[in-house]
């Protein structure tokens, strides 16, 4: 029904930046939120920033305030993730989520919360 399609991901020195876009397909998508995570190899799925789509309020990990920015473009069925002063730390796959409803939103911290997901993309933060 709906689908997620991440991009930017790349290769970017520690202290660099990039951004990440998250395309979603359908001109009626109108999700409640929608979030970004990270997974690297042999580690858990981790919360990174979330976003109401109505009103636009943002929620970040610590790991990542003052760093990263999320964003969205409802007329263009868009989300960002702006990342500065990346670190090796940084490095993984990251996803971009929609919660559809608030039916099982409890915050938007959990990936269970969350109803579709796009395929990923690779960030890795070179020493």
């Known amino acids: 029904q709906v689908q997620l399609v991440e991009s930017g991901g790349g290769l970017v020195q520690a202290g660099g930046s990039l951004s990440l876009s998250c395309a979603a397909s359908g001109r009626t998508f109108n999700p409640y939120a929608m979030g970004w995570f990270r997974q690297a190899p042999g580690k858990e799925r981790l919360f990174v920033a979330g976003?109401?789509?109505?009103?636009?309020?943002?929620d970040y990990a610590d790991s990542v305030k003052g760093r990263f920015t999320i964003s969205r473009d409802n007329a263009k069925n868009t989300m960002y993730l702006q990342m500065n002063s990346l670190r090796p730390e940084d490095t993984a796959v990251y996803y971009c989520a929609a919660a559809a409803s608030m039916d099982i939103y409890y915050g938007g911290r959990a990936g269970y919360e969350y109803d579709y997901w796009g395929q990923g993309t690779q960030v890795t933060v070179s020493s």
């Open positions: 976003i109401k789509w109505s009103g636009g309020t943002t």
